[in-house]
T-cell receptor, first 115, second 112 residues
Framework: DSGVTQTPKHLITATGQRVTLRCSPR?????VYWYQQSLDQGLQFLIQYYNGEERAKGNILERFSAQQFPDLHSELNLSSLELGDSALYFC??????????????FGPGTRLTVL | GQNIDQPTEMTATEGAIVQINCTYQ??????LFWYQQHAGEAPTFLSY????GLEEKGRFSSFLSRSKGYSYLLLKELQMKDSASYLC?????????????FGRGTSLIVHP
């Protein structure tokens, strides 16, 4: 158990819908990272927040957005869902802003299925 | 950009030794991670190399050659529970962001 929690564990929805994934980092960690993992793409970095502010952006679609709240939990919002958005979504956390060599602690993931 | 190559799948026998290779081409370099990921579960940290050479940690060792853009993960005394995907991830250099780029992973199957 990494100490990172994610809800829900599974989510099944229809195309065109909007969902919100939630992540709570390890106690004391200030950075939260979101990743998407699909069978054909591997683990893809989406976005990082550090102490409430956006810190780094990866291959995140415009239909997706995220935020980090004052209590440091984070939410990833996915809208206008498409079949191709079906994937495992992982949240990870680290103590600081993400220095070289910083280990990331991954949550158990949310499996999103878009029908 | 970043390019990371790992074999897609490997098989090995319980009790044996297996070496999983990773080659990379990146714009700058600030270290290489190995993570283990069991099917449907979260990746977990195994090792981090930033200098050339071998780092040993129990049954697992990781090697890095920066000049060759090459790393390997060595697993000794294989156990059935080592069946998992092994992800190589490279941290780029400069630009103020140290987000690692992950390879697609090597699925290791350990059989009796």
């Amino acid at each position: 158990d990494s100490g990172v929690t994610q809800t829900p564990k599974h989510l099944i929805t229809a195309t065109g819908q909007r969902v919100t994934l939630r992540c709570s980092p390890r106690s004391g960690d200030l950075s939260v990272y979101w990743y998407q993992q699909s069978l054909d793409q591997g683990l893809q970095f989406l976005i990082q927040y550090y102490n409430g502010e956006e810190r780094a952006k990866g291959n995140i679609l415009e239909r997706f957005s995220a935020q980090q709240f004052p209590d440091l939990h984070s939410e990833l919002n996915l809208s206008s869902l498409e079949l191709g958005d079906s994937a495992l979504y992982f949240c990870a956390s680290s103590p600081q802003e993400g220095l070289a060599g910083d280990e990331q602690f991954f949550g158990p993931g949310t499996r999103l299925t878009v029908l | 950009g970043q390019n990371i190559d790992q074999p897609t799948e490997m098989t090995a026998t319980e009790g044996a030794i297996v070496q999983i290779n990773c080659t990379y081409q990146t714009s700058g370099f600030n270290g290489l991670f190995w993570y283990q990921q069991h099917a449907g579960e979260a990746p977990t940290f195994l090792s981090y190399n930033v200098l050339d050479g071998l780092e040993e940690k129990g049954r697992f060792s990781s090697f890095l050659s920066r000049s060759k853009g090459y790393s390997y993960l060595l697993l000794k005394e294989l156990q059935m529970k080592d069946s998992a995907s092994y992800l190589c991830a490279v941290t780029p250099g400069g630009g103020g962001s140290y987000i690692p780029t992950f390879g697609r992973g090597t699925s290791l199957i350990v059989h009796p």
